[in-house]
């Protein structure tokens, strides 16, 4: 395999498991058992059958799971400590019989990826439970199915392009996972004020709004 097709591949399945581990799980094992593609000898167990059962039985379980308001947010809680940890050893396994040393610095890249990735679809679909209404829901959730078949597909048949989507990527995550951060910080401080727990967070806007009303009140001269 040449590099940047083994590049495209181990950083393609750290970034789609991140996402949705079991798609990427189902989809890699099923290119490799129809012979769409060929997978790295550390790969070829995504193959076997009874993997690819397994795989496609958990796609169904969060195909449901994932477009329902709450029980989305918990799944992606419970799966922070399996998709993190299953990107590394996808990425790791990739890149077929090298080095110690560069197995383990491509498991750190995958596993830095695939908690990147997670976190970003985690935090997401937090701040989308703000919203009552289902369909923003099953909107992300759908969206987010076709990014990783989309992305994968990419990532086997055109790398290079693959790859500098992957650095678009990034750097967009960089930029919106602070944001995230601070906006999830404002939903749990609101909801640790209503049940006292906490103070409210305080809104700058507010002192000034208060001051423009005092001085409308003044005896005009």
């Known amino acids: 395999m040449e590099p940047v ?3 495209a591949l181990s950083m393609g399945a750290a970034w789609a498991s991140g996402i949705n581990l079991y798609a990427t799980l189902f989809m890699l ?3 490799g058992s129809t012979g769409n593609m060929t997978l790295p000898a ?9 993997v690819m059962t397994a795989a496609g039985f958990m796609y169904c379980v969060e195909f449901f799971a994932d ?6 947010t918990g799944w992606d809680t419970i799966h922070t400590f399996i998709r993190i940890p299953a990107g590394a050893m996808l990425a790791a396994s990739s890149i077929g019989d090298v080095t110690p040393a560069m197995e383990l610095t491509t498991a ?4 830095t990826l695939a908690a990147g990735t997670h976190t ?10 703000t919203s009552p209404e289902p369909v923003s829901n099953w909107t992300a959730s759908i969206s987010e199915d076709l990014l990783v078949i989309g ?3 990419a990532a086997l048949n055109h790398p290079i392009l693959f790859i500098i989507g992957l650095v678009v990527f990034i750097i967009l995550m960089i930029w919106l ?3 995230l951060w601070r906006l999830i910080k404002t939903i749990f401080c609101k909801i640790g004020s209503w049940l006292g727990l906490c103070e409210a967070p305080i809104n700058i806007e507010e002192p000034q709004e208060t001051v423009k009303n005092q001085v409308n009140k003044l005896p005009k001269t």
């Open 5 to 7: 097709s083994m590049i």
């Open 29 to 31: 094992g099923y290119m």
């Open 42 to 50: 550390e790969m070829e167990v995504l193959a076997n059958p009874m």
């Open 67 to 72: 477009k329902i308001p709450g029980v989305d």
């Open 108 to 111: 750190l890249l995958g596993g």
């Open 120 to 129: 970003t679809k985690a935090g997401s679909r937090l701040l989308i439970n």
């Open 151 to 153: 992305g994968l597909w």
């Open 177 to 179: 996972i602070p944001k």
